[in-house]
């Protein structure tokens, strides 16, 4: 049976802050962004009342943050520091370097549009472009998940068979500012849960170390490695990745023991998939929105179904085969742009998935909400018509196409 | 302390040999004083730069102490989050003994991409040390020109032509920068005065907040001089005083020891000339002769050395 | 097996891409050209300037004599200039 929770009226950006007081974190670096700001003003309260004990560094950039930040994880610290947008795209060489370094710092990224022109609402462009950088990615539909979310991501990235820094995020304004009953776990349990940082250890030169900067066992860390060794470096980096997989599942399956809450199979989340005869596939809150279309839809008898996808990075390729398995007809939701490619980028991770099925559905590119453009009900109810024109005509003339633009 | 070198010489070399720092580089004879000074083994941060990339070709190393490199501009950075980590460590009673925390970083690293970084550490009041290991042009990528490329000086990008003699602008004054963050230690050493250097190093670790350590650090490949000069020329720039050696405790700005003798006998202090001549970077002031910019030089000299005496209460 | 000098792959190195030589393994000697320093114990006071000037930490002192650690040594020529007894030349090898 689950443990005692309370309700607590939270928005994305204070479950974040909550989460982070209870999980036992050493130290934050961080720079205030809109729309992530509400964060690290609460963890400035809570410091300051004496409501937590960590140390608060207010840097003066983002990519100071994420330098302070790789330093403190370094010599063993439980890390962790939010930002969004410019802020993200500042830190972003170092994003590349703390995967490399392996340091299971956690960040909350409030996804938020890249200028520009400068813009403070949602869009996945930010986060999209660290796509690559081989953070964990996991995306939350509300406050709550954001709560649950930002404990799990700890255990995820500390995992001894992944440890790689984790982003969580969220919807600029729409999640982040948006408040919700939060159900929330105790102190001792959440401590409980996520436990102390426990470094792993390194064979070097004959010893087995722990990995942190240390006068007992002196390691360098960030060397220079030439065409001899940098791919080898990455291909572990890669490896990581795919053991993740395991990882939040399992964590997905421990977490709902422990609340009765989990998020799908911890991966992807579908709803009203199994006999769908059209689906979206989207991220973030809009699929909260897109579920009450799937439901008003099938209230009408259209058997149109929805895949949440939670973890982006790792993507869930094998997940999605299944969950679209007898679909005719996918609408990707992407809120970001394609700009050259093909599709955006959720849409290319898409096509790319079921590429090697023996059933293909059509999969069509719906670019959306950039800048934080409503996606309206009736926006969502569009595009499922426009998939079942699809259907029926057999034939699909454009694969890219744009929601909700003037 | 007393600054005995046999003492000094049983202190294990926390920089080994065999890296791949060019013949005659100054910057590894800055860094092997610097450590000699500490007690124990400190955590070094390093921003990328000459020093970081000779002593770290994977998967080798050349320190024998805890360090890290992220990337160029944010050594100090680093070092925030290191030395703000260790706190959390002392309060909890989980540390035996708190390690120095050093950034070592070249003039790129803290004149111009570091400077931001360096700034907001020292603003912060970290407890860190912040040594800069200056060879006055962003030397690992080419010898490009930086803000601590002395006027007039040849670099990459500052060529000297029939249009434009080299650099410029003037040097960065970066050590009275750092005074200005109200920082509490801050000192301009040079390795050729060890003595000087390793008591100032010393002082600025035993600081409980951040100190700042301007080096000089001849480069024979930038500088255009053979391998053997690098010591002989960090000591010149002290005797021409383009490069005096002062120390600032909490605002009071002290002259030191080796620059003395050019205050109470100013006849004593070699002219410019004989600094610039002496290095291939400069030879285009020699070949034709210009002597305005020569003169343009030791002018800026004079003054910037007159400021300092000055706020050591010295004329 | 593969011989000590291979390269290792991707699942023998340590996380991280934490360095696991030390650097001493490379013997700079052989950076030198034609000359390299030789000391005169004779005129050697061991006033170990050579010592604290080396870039490489090439020069030793054991205590009781200094020695040069020819492994390592690239020939710059700064314990020679630097030398106040004249006790250090650059001699062809």
Partial sequence: MSVTQKV??????????????????????????????????????????????????????????????????????????????????????????????????????????????????????????????????????????????????????????????????????????????????????????????????????????????????????????????????????????????????????????????????????????????????????????????????????????????????????????????????????????????????????????????????????????????????????????????????????????????? | MAVNLKELSKKEELLASGHSLCSGCAAPIVVRQVLKAVEGKPIITNSTGCLEVATSIYPFTAWRTPWIHTAFENAAANASGIAAMLKVYEKRGELKERPHVIAFSGDGGTFDIGFQALSGAFERGHNYLHVLYDNEAYMNTGIQRSGGTPHGAWTTTSQTGKAVPGKQEWKKPIARIMVEHNAPYVATVSPAYWQDLITKVRKGLAVDGPAFIHAIAPCPRGWRTPSNESVELARLAVQTCIFPLWECENGDYKLSAPSMPYVKRPERKKPIIDYLKAQGRFRHLFRPERPEIIERIQKHVDKEWGIILKRAGLT | MSSPSAKLGWKDIPMGGVSWKLSDESKTGDWRGELKPVLDNEKCTACLFCWIYCPDAAILWDGEKVTIKYDYCKGCGICEKECPFDAIAMKKE
Wanted: hydrophobic share 40%; aromatic share 8%.
């Fill in chain 1, 8 to 406: 607590e009226g939270l928005n994305g950006d204070e479950a974040v802050a909550y989460a982070v007081k209870q999980c036992n974190v050493d130290l934050v670096a961080a720079y205030p962004i809109t729309p992530q700001t509400i964060i690290v003003e609460k963890l400035s309260e809570y410091v300051s009342n004496g409501e937590v004990d960590l140390e608060f560094v207010t840097v003066e950039s983002e990519h100071s943050a994420m330098s302070a930040c790789i330093g403190a994880a370094a010599v063993g610290g439980r890390i962790f520091t939010a930002t969004a947008s410019a802020g993200l795209a500042l830190m972003h060489e170092m994003n590349y370097v703390a995967a490399s370094h392996r340091l299971p710092i956690v960040m909350a990224v409030c996804n938020r549009a890249l200028s520009g022109p400068i813009n403070i609402h949602v869009d996945h462009s930010d986060s999209m472009g660290e796509r690559d950088s081989s953070w964990l990615q996991i995306f939350s539909e509300n406050p709550q998940e954001v709560y649950d979310n930002m404990i799990q991501a700890y255990r995820i990235a500390e995992d001894s068979s992944v440890q790689l820094p984790c982003m969580v995020l969220l919807d600029g304004f729409v999640v982040s500012h948006t408040m919700q009953d939060v159900a929330v776990l105790s102190d001792e349990v959440v401590n409980e849960f996520v436990g102390r940082r426990k470094l792993p250890f390194i064979n070097i030169m004959g010893k087995s170390v722990p990995y942190k900067l240390d006068v007992e066992n002196p390691l360098t860390m960030g060397p220079l490695a030439l065409y001899d060794y940098y791919f080898e470096h990455k291909r572990q980096q890669e490896e990581a990745m795919k053991n993740a997989k395991d990882v939040i599942v399992k964590m997905n399956d421990e977490f709902a023991r422990l609340t009765g809450r989990k998020i799908g199979d911890g991966l992807i989340q579908p709803h009203r998939m199994e006999d769908a005869d059209m689906a979206l596939i989207c991220l973030g809150s809009t699929a909260g929105t897109t579920r009450t279309v799937v439901n008003e839809l099938r209230r009408k008898g259209v058997r149109v179904g929805l895949v949440k996808v939670r973890s982006f990075r790792p993507f869930p390729a094998r997940e999605i085969i299944d969950a679209v398995k007898g679909v005719k007809a996918v609408g990707v939701l992407d809120r970001s742009g394609a700009y050259g490619a093909v599709g955006g980028p959720l849409f290319n991770e898409i096509r790319s998935t079921l590429y090697d099925c023996d059933e293909r559905p059509f999969v069509v590119d719906y670019i959306y909400g950039l800048g934080g453009r409503d996606m309206h009900p009736t926006l969502i109810k569009e595009v499922y018509d426009d998939l079942e024109r699809i259907v029926k005509s057999g034939t699909v003339k454009q694969t890219l196409k744009f929601v909700g633009v003037r």
